[in-house]
Every structure is written in structure tokens, then in C-alpha cells.
């Protein structure tokens, strides 16, 4: 490179700091807008057209809103992809809260129990789902043969409608890896002044918990709350499928799997579209739902929460 092109290019005008951070975010946008916005926005329009992917759409207006909203497993597949949400949610993030403060201590052995802990997290939906298809066996199954052996009639799980959602959300709760590292470095994040404060003024254990640990956890246990919810209501068609294909009777029959039989069993991708947009609301609705709880319990995610 000569002389003078070194002083054309020292001459050339250079870039601000937040010039240069929106070039850095500038791949990430377009693949928001290519793979999610753009997308998104197809599928609301189409869902004001009947189309089935061999013909030409053809407009109806709102009425593939009301050919999802009379289908009798449209309610049916809401009230399972609520219940598959409401009672798993809650008990993943405590579950990942409690298990991130039973292993906050250093150890010889914790780093491997922090290892298995967060391990289930990194399997393949598939390969999770086919894994748990065996341990919940009713007739060779690991747990099953365990209950036998100690005089316990053992459920048939997957098979029975009773079983069928208690064995999805017993095995929601083995994937709490992501959920364990955000409060494992949460509570490392606290500063030790205010325990020994606390401890200097007399508080036990069970007060530090309640009256320190835990309120200056919530804000992250409810941004956790709302990650997990939405994604246990939009991610669970893998498992489904790969376990009960929504039976038996319809038992585990969710909006994902609605949604999909709509667009490739019946070719009926408007209505499919419509139950999608009724998904999305369905999930505003619970994050929702979360927010007023959070606020009638006085939890507020502030900046000088995150800086701690």
C-alpha cells in the first residue's frame, strides 16, 4: 500500500461508535426481517384467504377465523396448550431457582452436578422425546419396573388420556438448564455485603431467603417466566408429536398440533394461519397474565436491578 493511498484513506470521514453498532446488528436485522417479520406478516394475510397450496388464494374475509373458533378441538387443543403451560411454568423456574441455590456453593464434586443439571438442555427435542418414550414405557420402562418392584401399581403414562399430560409435564421439568445458569449467575451477581449485613443483624437462613434472595431474584425469575411460557405454548409440537401425536382421545391435543393438521392434513392453510394469530394471542395473553401477577406482587425489573 503506497503513501498516498494510506493519507486517502486517513482522510476518509470515520464512523461513530453507534454507527458502527448498527452495523454490527445489521446482519441480525435482516435475518429478523427476512425470517420473522416478513413471514409473520404473509401468514396474518393469509389468513384472510382460503388456500390450499394448489390453487389461487381466493379472499373470505374473517372467515377463517370462524371456521377455527367453531372446530370443536380448536377449544379443546387451547384448554391442553393452557394446562401444558400454567402448572409446568411455575415449577421449571422455582425448580431452576431452588437447584441454582442448593448448588451456588463451591465444592470438589458441583461442578459436575451443575453439569447434569443443565445437560438435558442440550439434547435434541427428538432424541429427548424417544428417550423418554422408553423410561415411561408401561410394560419395560425403567420407572414402571421401578414401581413394581417396590409394590406400586405403575400408570401406562403416554397411553392413558389420565397420564397423558402429567407425563409431558414430567418431562418439561428435566429441561431446566437454561433457566438453572441465568439464576446460578443471578445469586452469584448478589453482593455479599447484604448477606453479611443481614447476618451481622441477626437474620437466620429462612429470613435471608425470603427477606434478600428472593425479591432481589424476581425480576429475573419473571423474565424467566415469560421466556418459558411462551415457549412451552409454541415448542411443544416436537414432543407431542414424537410421544402421542396429541392422543390418546385427544388428551394432548394443543394448538400446535391444530395448527398443523389444519395446513398439511387438510390443505387448509388460511384457518391455519388464523389459529396461528390465535396462538400469538394466546401467548400476549399468558405473558400478560404473568405482568399483573408481578405487579400485584410489587416486582419491577429496573437497570439497577441488572447491575448488581
Known amino acids: 500500500m503506497t503513501q498516498s493511498t494510506i493519507n486517502k484513506l486517513a482522510h476518509l470521514p470515520r464512523l461513530t461508535y453507534q454507527k458502527r453498532l448498527w452495523l454490527l446488528l445489521l446482519p441480525y436485522l435482516l435475518g429478523i426481517l427476512l425470517l420473522v417479520v416478513a413471514p409473520?406478516?404473509?401468514?396474518?394475510?393469509?389468513?384472510?384467504?382460503?388456500?390450499?397450496?394448489?390453487?389461487?388464494?381466493?379472499?373470505?374475509?374473517?372467515?377463517?377465523?370462524?371456521?377455527?373458533?367453531?372446530?370443536?378441538?380448536?377449544?379443546?387443543?387451547?384448554?391442553?396448550?393452557?394446562?401444558?403451560?400454567?402448572?409446568?411454568?411455575?415449577?421449571?423456574?422455582?425448580?431452576?431457582?431452588?437447584?441454582?441455590?442448593?448448588?451456588?456453593?463451591?465444592?470438589?464434586?458441583?461442578?459436575?452436578?451443575?453439569?447434569?443439571?443443565?445437560?438435558?438442555?442440550?439434547?435434541?427435542?427428538?432424541?429427548?422425546?424417544?428417550?423418554?418414550?422408553w423410561i415411561l414405557n408401561p410394560l419395560f420402562g425403567p420407572v414402571n419396573l421401578l414401581l413394581k418392584a417396590v409394590g406400586v401399581i405403575p400408570p401406562n403414562w403416554f397411553v392413558d388420556p389420565l397420564w397423558a399430560r402429567p407425563s409431558l409435564i414430567l418431562m418439561s421439568l428435566w429441561q431446566i438448564g437454561e433457566g438453572f445458569l441465568v439464576s446460578l449467575a443471578a445469586l452469584q451477581d448478589i453482593p455479599a455485603d447484604l448477606e453479611d449485613a443481614a447476618v451481622t443483624d441477626g437474620a437466620n437462613g429462612r429470613q435471608m431467603f425470603f427477606y434478600i434472595t428472593l425479591p432481589l431474584m424476581a425480576p429475573i425469575l419473571l423474565l424467566l417466566s415469560f421466556r418459558d411460557a411462551m415457549l412451552t405454548l409454541q415448542e411443544s409440537f416436537t414432543t407431542i408429536m414424537l410421544t402421542t401425536i396429541g392422543g390418546p382421545y385427544y388428551a394432548t391435543?394443543?394448538?400446535?398440533?391444530?395448527?398443523?393438521?389444519?395446513?398439511?392434513?387438510?390443505?387448509?392453510?388460511?384457518?391455519?394461519?388464523?389459529?396461528?394469530?390465535?396462538?400469538?394471542?394466546?401467548?400476549?395473553?399468558?405473558?400478560?397474565?404473568?405482568?399483573?401477577?408481578?405487579?400485584?406482587?410489587?416486582?419491577?425489573?429496573?437497570?439497577?436491578?441488572?447491575?448488581?
Open 253 to 308: 391435543f394443543t394448538l400446535p398440533l391444530f395448527i398443523y393438521e389444519q395446513g398439511f392434513d387438510l390443505l387448509s392453510f388460511g384457518t391455519a394461519s388464523a389459529a396461528l394469530w390465535v396462538m400469538y394471542l394466546l401467548t400476549g395473553l399468558i405473558v400478560l397474565f404473568l405482568y399483573v401477577i408481578a405487579r400485584q406482587w410489587q416486582i419491577g425489573a429496573t437497570d439497577e436491578t441488572f447491575l448488581l
Open 40 to 133: 409473520a406478516a404473509l401468514s396474518f394475510a393469509l389468513a384472510f384467504y382460503r388456500y390450499d397450496a394448489l390453487s389461487p388464494p381466493v379472499w373470505v374475509g374473517t372467515l377463517n377465523f370462524i371456521l377455527a373458533s367453531t372446530d370443536e378441538l380448536f377449544g379443546l387443543s387451547i384448554h391442553n396448550a393452557v394446562s401444558l403451560v400454567i402448572l409446568p411454568v411455575p415449577l421449571r423456574v422455582f425448580g431452576a431457582f431452588l437447584l441454582a441455590r442448593l448448588l451456588l456453593r463451591n465444592g470438589r464434586f458441583l461442578h459436575w452436578f451443575r453439569a447434569a443439571v443443565y445437560l438435558p438442555s442440550i439434547i435434541p427435542g427428538p432424541a429427548y422425546a424417544l428417550a423418554w418414550l
